[in-house]
């Protein structure tokens, strides 16, 4: 059962969840004898601190009492429902909002580690909120933000001015410069080195292609469809009109966008407050037959 925090108490390790907690909390409201119960939960990936009360002895037993470091309440769990951390880890995961990215990430240890090496100088891979797609950036600033919890990653963006939301000050706490709306400041299940990126996903050399008439590349991936046969529809379905995978973009803009055809990309959404993270590829990169 929750608690409040008490002045009396020795915090030690950090730890995190691995399982969903559960608690009836019990509230009294003005008249005796009537009671108001609200379920409490705490899920897998809320970051804690153990803690020991000077005034009461220790037992041998598998149950702790942990303060939850987001809402500084206090709960106790069992030795099972936990798995610890050290302070740097427990920094990285501190900036990470979401409960499911902060587990997420820590249960991928190449990520963590990616995390704990990348420095000041790094070329990085930034996942911009908004579904605003992946961009390219070099970290000038790892460390602690004023006002903020955790340890955070400052991205001076790469040719994507105007994705940004700083000039590497913040409250007028200043951690790096560069120009107006080209810096950002993100947790480690936004940002990973370029290194980490192409073991993940690699990206192929650009491929050399014959200028048309037209000096599109509405023919450069044709090879993608050419075992697909689109001249039967399915029974009982219409005839659609299917599109080359890149059309309507010129070589010069698709080697500025640092995507291509078959790139896994992760697409953000939010619902009710609560961003989620959903793994795809790209299909298709172009302008749609309206606006050509």
């Given amino acids: 059962m929750a608690e409040r ?3 009396d108490m020795i915090p030690t390790r950090y730890l995190i969840l691995v399982n969903d907690l559960c608690f009836t909390k019990k509230n009294v409201p003005y008249r005796p004898k009537k009671f108001e119960s609200h379920i409490q939960e705490y899920l897998k990936g809320t970051i804690l601190q153990e803690v020991f009360f000077a005034s009461m002895p220790t037992t041998n037993t598998t149950r702790i009492t942990c303060i939850v470091l987001d809402t500084r309440e206090i709960i ?4 099972n429902d936990v798995d610890a951390l050290t302070e740097e880890i427990m920094g990285l995961l501190m900036a990470i909002s979401s409960c499911k990215e902060r587990y997420d990430v820590f249960r991928n240890k190449e990520r963590l580690a990616d995390g704990l090496d990348m420095e000041a100088g790094a070329e990085v891979v930034v996942r911009l909120p908004a579904m605003s797609g992946e961009v390219l950036g070099r970290l000038r600033y790892k460390g602690k933000v004023h006002h903020k919890v955790g340890t955070y990653f400052g991205v001076e963006l790469i040719n994507a001015k105007g994705k940004g939301n700083t000039n590497g000050t913040i409250r007028k706490h200043h951690y790096f410069s560069c120009p107006e709306d080209c810096g950002i400041f993100l947790g480690l299940n936004r940002v990973s080195s370029r290194d980490y990126d192409q073991l993940r996903t690699p990206i192929p050399a650009p491929r050399r ?3 048309s008439q037209r000096s599109m590349i509405s023919n450069s991936y044709s090879d993608l469809s050419a075992t697909r046969d689109y001249s039967s529809p399915p029974s ?3 005839q659609v009109s299917v599109c080359e995978p890149v059309i309507g973009v010129s070589e010069a803009e698709l080697s500025t966008l640092n995507i291509h055809i078959d790139m896994k990309v992760y697409i953000f959404t939010e619902v009710n407050g609560h961003e989620s993270q959903e793994l795809g ?6 302008r749609l037959p309206n606006e050509l």
């Fill in 76 to 79: 106790e769990c069992d030795e």
């Fill in 209 to 211: 292609h014959p200028r």
């Fill in 281 to 286: 590829s790209v299909k298709f990169i172009g």
């Fill in 5 to 7: 925090y008490s002045r």
């Fill in 236 to 238: 009982g379905s219409s």
